[in-house]
């Protein structure tokens, strides 16, 4: 049985803005560090790559849940979420349809670095293994470590002319 829309109150108009505005301010600094992570890249900085993770993944977690709120919401009010719904929904509200303009542009430049990064990621996974094999194939060497990490003796096996 499917349920007539509720009409969104003031308040639940007032808790979108809030909403988009959060989501507006994490995009940015989320963006932020997609910036940064496109420098170290660029620079082969792992340890500082590393060091972003955390910071980058928590970032993501935070606009996930504004995301989640703001279904949440509109799921309340018998809304599906769509760009549509949250027009209607701001209608008489031009500053917060600004915003929310704002942040689906934000939205798009995020998706975009990211992408760029993971790019630049893959390439330099390939310029290494591509380096890894020009340097054992140069080498003609069996690999020395065996699967325990432990070193080998090279040449360790017979002797040529002996039986």
Do not use: C
Not at 68 to 89: F, K, M, W
Not at 117 to 142: C, F, W, Y
């Amino acid at each position: 049985m499917n349920r007539a829309p509720a009409t969104p109150t003031p308040a639940d108009q007032q808790r979108l803005a809030l909403l988009i505005e959060a989501e507006a301010i994490q995009l940015k600094e989320f963006i932020a560090l997609l910036e940064q992570e496109e420098a170290l890249l660029g620079a082969g900085d792992t340890d500082a790559l590393l060091a972003l993770i955390p910071d980058k993944n928590e970032r993501y977690r935070r606009l996930q849940r504004l995301s989640d709120d703001r279904s949440l919401l509109l799921g309340r009010l018998g809304l599906v979420t769509t760009d549509a719904t949250i027009r209607g929904l701001l209608d008489g509200l031009p500053r917060v349809l600004a915003r929310w303009d704002e942040v689906l542009d934000l939205a798009r430049t995020a998706s975009e670095r990211n992408a760029i990064n993971g790019k630049l990621i893959l390439e330099r996974m390939a310029h290494n293994q591509a380096a890894l094999t020009v340097l054992l194939s140069a080498a003609d060497q069996p690999p020395l470590y065996d699967a325990e990490g432990h070193t080998r003796a090279v040449g360790g096996g017979r002797m040529l002319g002996s039986a």
